[in-house]
Nanobody, 134 residues
Framework: EVQLVESGGGLVQTGGSLRLSCAAS????????MGWFRQAPGKAREQVAC????????YYTAFAKGRFTISIDNAKQTVYLQMNSLKPEDTAVYYC???????????????????????????WGKGTLVTVNS
């Protein structure tokens, strides 16, 4: 069972920065993708960013482009989200997510990855709260 533990959330002023970390354990496949979602009070959950372990290709939702950077340390099974120029509307609980390929069938590994080609995450952390003061 994959376990995800987030850290790095907190209170920051508008325009400030935070770096979220997510330490993973329990992966059984090198074919995986990790990412971040967020959910603000009273709003639907939304994707923030995604990164594929195979080639470190990334995906960002529009609001994250240019301000947020996702990165991965495959050796440490840790994914990071560097958030700069934070705004009050970035206030939310941020969730780490992951998906890994199923066991090979006939020697074939079905790939996983990030949007727009791949969707769906199987594992979720408990979340870390980010609060941006105006």
């Amino acid at each position: 069972e994959v376990q995800l533990v987030e850290s790095g959330g907190g209170l920051v002023q508008t325009g400030g920065s935070l770096r979220l970390s997510c330490a993973a354990s329990g992966f059984t496949s090198d074919e995986r993708a990790m990412g971040w979602f967020r959910q603000a009070p009273g709003k639907a959950r939304e994707q923030v960013a995604c990164i594929a372990s195979r080639d470190s290709s990334t995906y960002y939702t529009a609001f994250a482009k240019g301000r947020f950077t996702i990165s991965i340390d495959n050796a440490k099974q840790t994914v990071y989200l560097q958030m700069n120029s934070l705004k009050p509307e970035d206030t939310a609980v941020y969730y780490c997510t992951a998906v890994e390929a199923a066991s090979p069938v006939g020697g074939v590994v079905v790939p996983v990855g990030c949007p727009p080609r791949y969707y769906g995450m199987d594992y979720w952390g408990k979340g870390t709260l980010v609060t941006v003061n105006s």
